[in-house]
């Protein structure tokens, strides 16, 4: 069907000029087509976002343990107060995404790569003439004949935070750690595989000033639920439905892929409720049931998975988290029995930063299976476990999360998602779940 290049990582956009050396990580090969998008992820050999001086296997956790946080920190931030949907924020933009789409915007086509987020609503794409900004890469707004502004008095412009409008065009402010960013709304063509999607609305950052933090230098795209989303934005094109197969990080080839529309979609998949929760109206909830380690269905309890329209808690599906975090009274349940039953029963537990369950030497575990209404999410060991570059030393890749008793969100995560198929179906207000190889 399609071939569209996924990864997530950061926000802002960088060309496809790579000229990576394996035959299987030449991305001009790759034929855009009908809805299908190809994906790989951020640190397989194939991508052109790997550091020239690789972190140590144990700094490399440590640093993402630390990305994730504020990820979590971000998710668990979003409490909808009002309807006005902000196109981003300082919060948004400390996200850790680990997967990228390639996308052409523009009139000729510029080539990029946006990161996939599933918990954010928004496009940021740094464009040319940016003062401050990360990265030397940018969308050139003055090389498309389809550019332009989006005015003061658009709609769209009452869907960002403190709009000003000193000029015709619609710009805003924002804060990031201690920089602020300047932006201004601006619409153009993206096209995605083959699907070209008129007046697209996306935020173009002219500006970074101050010190400390600064945005990472590459773009997002947003498959939230928000009126700027792409699923909201292009909803007479996708019908607000889309699923994607993450590989895994150690995957050479583009197998993995985002497919967006009603069609094509598998038919061996089955279903659990999609939820609202007002509080977090942007993102992909649904109603954690039970949790089985091996083939003992632990107790959990249940006011810490229970679904809370009024505060914000419950269970999400999320991209850009890249390990998976539960409250920790449900965490410490499933641990205690996933080490019960950890072979050889002698095995030494030791930690690393934020994972508490490492082992050194060869273990065998049990499967972890996440019990929702009408399916069950079964993972393996490749799933559940980080192995060290030397190969001698494991840790259980979930974690609990930051203790907040009423902003609680369990977030299912980009690791314990790879190689199962993910299918949002929002018209019928579903999720679907099935094992898919696609590493």
């Known amino acids: 069907m399609t071939t569209l290049v996924l990864i997530l990582q950061l926000l802002f956009i960088i060309p496809l000029a790579f000229g990576l050396n394996h035959p299987n990580c ?5 034929q855009d087509k009908d809805s299908t998008l190809r994906i790989f992820h951020i640190d397989s050999p194939c991508s052109p976002f790997k550091s020239s001086s690789p972190l140590s296997w144990e700094a490399r956790v440590l640093k993402t343990l630390a990305q994730d946080q504020a990820r979590l920190q971000y998710l668990t931030s979003l409490v909808a107060g009002r309807s006005v949907v902000p196109v981003a924020s300082g919060r948004q933009m400390l996200q850790s995404t680990t997967y990228i789409v390639k996308a052409k915007i523009g009139t000729p086509a510029q080539s990029l790569l946006l990161a996939m987020d599933t918990s954010s609503d928004v496009a940021w794409l740094p464009c040319s003439g940016c003062v401050g900004c990360p990265s030397t890469t940018a969308f050139s707004p003055a090389k498309s004949t389809t550019f332009k502004n989006v005015s003061c008095n658009a709609p769209q412009c009452k869907q960002v935070p403190n709009p000003t409008c000193g000029s015709s065009a619609c710009a805003f402010n924002l804060t990031y750690g201690s920089s602020s ?19 697209f609305t996306f935020g173009c950052v002219n500006k970074v000033a101050g010190g400390g933090t600064i945005p990472p ?18 909803q007479s094109l996708y019908q607000s439905t889309f699923s994607y197969c993450l590989p895994s990080f150690r995957s050479l080839a583009f197998s993995g892929s985002l497919r967006l529309g009603p069609t094509s979609q598998p038919l061996r998949v089955k279903y659990t409720p999609l939820l609202r929760n007002p509080r977090r109206s942007s993102l992909y909830y649904v109603n954690l049931v039970a949790i089985r380690v091996g083939n003992k269905v632990v107790d959990l309890p249940q006011e810490a998975i229970a679904f809370n329209p009024t505060t914000g808690a419950g269970t999400i599906f999320d991209s850009g988290t890249v390990y998976t975090r539960l409250a920790k009274p449900v965490y410490e349940v499933v641990r205690d029995e996933f080490r019960r039953r950890v072979k050889p029963r002698n095995a030494v537990v030791t930690s690393l930063g934020g994972f508490d369950t490492c082992y050194s030497g060869q273990v065998t575990v049990p499967a972890i299976t996440f019990m929702f209404k009408g399916v069950n999410m079964t993972m393996p060991a490749d799933n559940l476990m980080l192995h060290s570059t030397a190969g001698t030393m494991s840790c259980l890749a979930i974690a609990a999360a930051p203790e907040n008793v009423n902003s609680v969100v369990n977030v299912i995560a980009s690791m314990q998602q790879q190689n199962h198929r993910v299918l949002i179906d929002v018209p019928n207000g579903r999720i679907g779940l099935a094992r898919e190889l696609c590493s």
């Open 217 to 234: 230098p590459q773009g997002l795209l947003g498959l939230g639920r928000g009126p700027l989303s792409l699923m909201t934005q292009a």
């Open 26 to 30: 030449d991305l001009s090969n790759t």
């Open 181 to 199: 960013i300047a932006a201004n709304l601006s619409q153009d063509t993206i096209r995605l595989a083959a699907d070209p999607i008129n007046a």
